[in-house]
């Protein structure tokens, strides 16, 4: 089952606009993660935050973790037509058996040129 | 570095039939885990392997079966295809014992007719 549910499901903006995507989650989490999938072919590590982390950057990524609302944001500064694809995040839980990840459903961007 | 390798890359098959579906991890990386991705939706966890052996496993019956082989790489084995096993089959790599995000192949898309 998913873990949650990412807002919004799709979203057009302009190029050189900022795009912000939300990802809510039930479970507690030992860290989340953020992909990027392009067509529907293989999935591709952004930034991962760990529980204990309230914000984190990367490049033009902005990750932002709030566990007492069990909600996490990300944010893509000045987009460009490249950056058109699906973003999901996935909670991640560590076991003594292993670890997993639950993603969420997707938000699909799209940055017109 | 390779990254992660699955094959094959499209695969039809038909109901009932067999299939087995393969992942090399990425080099340096000891676990392997299986994710089924319907269209549209967001990957859901199948199980993971860790030194040969089954250590998580989603919600997915029995039909579904793995293996790990000794150089770390894994196989999917799903009997008795029904439609509903159409999907995009991806692998994913990582080791144990870091907090890393994961590594994903580009995945082996099946449909079964």
């Known amino acids: 089952s998913q873990q949650g549910e990412e807002d919004p499901q799709a979203l057009s903006i302009q190029e050189g606009e900022n795009a912000t995507m939300n990802c809510s989650y039930k479970t507690s989490i030992n860290n989340l993660q953020w992909y990027r999938q392009n067509s529907g072919r293989g999935l591709v590590h952004l930034i991962l935050?760990?529980?204990?982390?309230r914000e984190k950057h990367s490049g033009r990524l902005r990750v932002t973790l709030d566990t007492s609302k069990k909600s996490s944001s990300l944010l893509i500064t000045a987009s460009r037509a490249a950056d058109t694809a699906s973003y999901f995040c996935?909670?991640?839980?560590?076991?003594?058996?292993?670890?997993?990840?639950?993603f969420g459903t997707g938000t699909r961007l799209a940055v017109r040129p | 570095d390779a990254g992660v390798t699955q094959s094959p890359t499209h695969l039809i098959k038909t109901r009932g039939q067999q299939v087995t579906l393969r992942c090399s991890p990425k080099s340096g990386h000891d676990t392997v885990s299986w994710y089924q991705q319907a269209l549209g939706q967001g990957p859901q966890f199948i199980f993971q392997?860790?030194?040969?052996?089954?250590?998580q496993r989603g919600n997915f019956p029995d039909r579904f079966s793995g293996h790990q082989f000794p150089n770390y790489s894994s196989e999917l084995n799903v009997n008795a295809l029904l439609l509903g096993d159409s999907a995009l089959y991806l692998c994913?790599?990582?080791?144990?014992?870091?907090?890393?995000?994961?590594?994903f192949g580009s995945g082996t898309r099946l449909t079964v007719v």
């Open positions: 935050i760990r529980s204990n982390e």
């Open positions: 996935a909670t991640g839980v560590k076991k003594s058996s292993g670890d997993k990840l639950t």
């Open positions: 392997y860790y030194e040969e052996e089954e250590r």
């Open positions: 994913a790599s990582s080791l144990r014992r870091t907090t890393y995000g994961y590594t």
